[in-house]
T-cell receptor, first 111, second 113 residues
Framework: KAGVTQTPRYLIKTRGQQVTLSCSPI?????VSWYQQTPGQGLQFLFE???????NKGNFPGRFSGRQFSNSRSEMNVSTLELGDSALYLC??????????FGPGTRLLVL | QKEVEQNSGPLSVPEGAIASLNCTYSDRVSQSFFWYRQYSGKSPELIMS????GDKEDGRFTAQLNKASQYVSLLIRDSQPSDSATYLCAVTAGGTSYGKLTFGQGTILTVHP
């Protein structure tokens, strides 16, 4: 099976802009979770979607949002970017209650 | 107290030795426990999952879980230089077996020839 794919892999934005990241899960996986990884805070959970519904949400401001489509593909959006949003954004998929498998990540740099 | 804590590194072991990585968690109702390996510049890779008390072995890796002590560990036998990476302990939250994973800060392991 193909693994989790994320696009784009690298992104440079300026403060105040918005960004949309995309994730395609492993075939058959209906759960998609998003994480932010920074050197200072480590890996932090953003939110999880299952069958197009947000099932869990982390402690991030409302500027961070996501959605899931009927084919289980997911997008996350960050509006009004801040310098502190520079991070590796990771998407992980699972079949629901199985382990999560990570994609390669999108590295976002906010200038 | 952090929700998931790992033994501070970095940890350095000689090739062929056993590397021992430890993790404690604060949520008593956590049900699922995972070890991920992350090479520099790469994404986390699942290496072990464990759900019940006791040991689980997979090749050179053994995960140990003690829910009463809220402790999970990973042993790597016959360590190889290719095992040099950051090891992340992750725990599901809120008594569920899915969804939000809470990660420790990671332990950097270096295996020297």
């Amino acid at each position: 099976k193909a693994g989790v794919t994320q696009t784009p892999r690298y992104l440079i934005k300026t403060r105040g802009q918005q960004v949309t990241l995309s994730c395609s899960p492993i075939s058959g996986h209906r759960s998609v979770s998003w994480y932010q990884q920074t050197p200072g805070q480590g890996l932090q959970f953003l939110f999880e979607y299952f069958s197009e519904t947000q099932r869990n949400k982390g402690n991030f401001p409302g500027r961070f949002s996501g959605r899931q489509f009927s084919n289980s593909r997911s997008e996350m959006n960050v509006s009004t970017l801040e310098l502190g949003d520079s991070a590796l954004y990771l998407c992980a998929s699972s079949s629901g209650d199985s382990p999560q498998y990570f994609g390669p990540g999108t590295r976002l740099l906010v200038l | 107290q952090k929700e998931v804590e790992q033994n501070s590194g970095p940890l350095s072991v000689p090739e062929g030795a056993i590397a021992s990585l430890n993790c404690t968690y604060s949520d008593r109702v956590s049900q699922s426990f995972f070890w991920y390996r992350q090479y520099s510049g790469k994404s986390p890779e699942l290496i072990m999952s464990i759900y019940s008390n006791g040991d689980k072995e997979d090749g050179r890796f053994t995960a140990q879980l003690n829910k009463a002590s809220q402790y999970v560990s990973l042993l790597i036998r016959d360590s190889q230089p290719s095992d040099s990476a950051t090891y992340l302990c992750a725990v599901t939250a809120g008594g569920t077996s899915y969804g939000k994973l809470t990660f420790g800060q990671g332990t950097i392991l270096t295996v020297h020839p």
